[in-house]
């Protein structure tokens, strides 16, 4: 199967967002092993845990394997009932880390969250800041979302700083469980009207045109209701 018609049936392998050097690109087999090659490098401080799933714990190859299996397990979860967005991001065309977006019911309610990682060698350069504001632009401007929502613990610093940043709005706080402790995690919001606002100062982030390709084609794949998109 060529390429071509693998886009023709699964839109979400085609597309692209672009602003100068940074590119959010589909996750196909090449990108998932140079993901976890990088993961298995190092994420984050080994003193903290920044994600709900501890999936970082372990070896180098146990990491590389559940970055591999995450990959794996969330290609078909790309439809109007179920949606799960994840794109490696490649700075100068060197794999950095990934960025996704889930959901639920999205012809209907066309909200999903946000998540990503760097890998650590790439932490301090404003890639996080950068990264996340091509991914708004591609939710909101080429899919149409009506709110984007994010969460990070209270003792993650750097992702609480982007998503405010950014523009996220904070909407509460929920207690969880982190590795078997009561943990705080800090929720953010941003609607529709929200991104009109600040539209203009991610732009200015990522300090080059967005170029989104491939993105009307999700967009008609996953659907809408009227209701949703008035």
């Known amino acids: 199967m060529t390429s ?13 967002a672009h602003a100068g050097n940074l590119e959010l690109r589909w996750i196909d087999d090449g990108l998932a092993l140079e993901l976890a090659r990088l993961a298995a490098r190092g994420v984050h401080d080994p003193e903290r845990m920044p994600f709900n799933f501890p999936w970082t714990r372990g070896s180098a190859e146990e990491v590389s394997r559940n970055v591999l299996t995450y990959h794996w397990s969330n290609r078909a979860n790309v439809g109007p009932a179920k949606l799960a ?13 990934s960025q996704g977006a889930s959901g639920s019911e999205w012809p209907i309610l066309r909200s999903v969250e946000t998540g990503s990682w760097l890998g650590l060698e790439h932490h301090g350069r404003g890639i996080g800041t950068r990264m996340r504001a091509l991914m708004l632009h591609l939710l909101f401007d080429g899919l149409e979302a009506a709110e984007v929502t994010s969460t990070a613990f209270d003792d993650n610093p750097a992702s609480n700083a982007v998503s405010l940043k950014t523009g996220y709005e904070p909407a509460g706080a929920v207690r969880v469980v982190r590795e078997g402790v009561a943990a705080t995690q800090i929720r953010y919001r941003m609607t529709r009207q929200r991104w009109d606002e600040v539209r203009d100062r991610n732009a200015g982030y ?13 967009r008609d794949f996953l659907g809408a209701t009227a209701e949703a998109r008035s």
């Not at 071509?4 to 692209?16: N, T, Y």
């Open 4 to 16: 071509d018609s693998l886009v023709s049936l699964w839109p979400a392998a085609g597309v692209r």
């Open 85 to 97: 967005l994840e794109y490696a991001v490649l700075v100068d065309g060197v794999v950095v880390g």
């Open 206 to 218: 990522l300090g080059a045109p967005v170029r989104l390709e491939g993105a009307a084609e999700l």
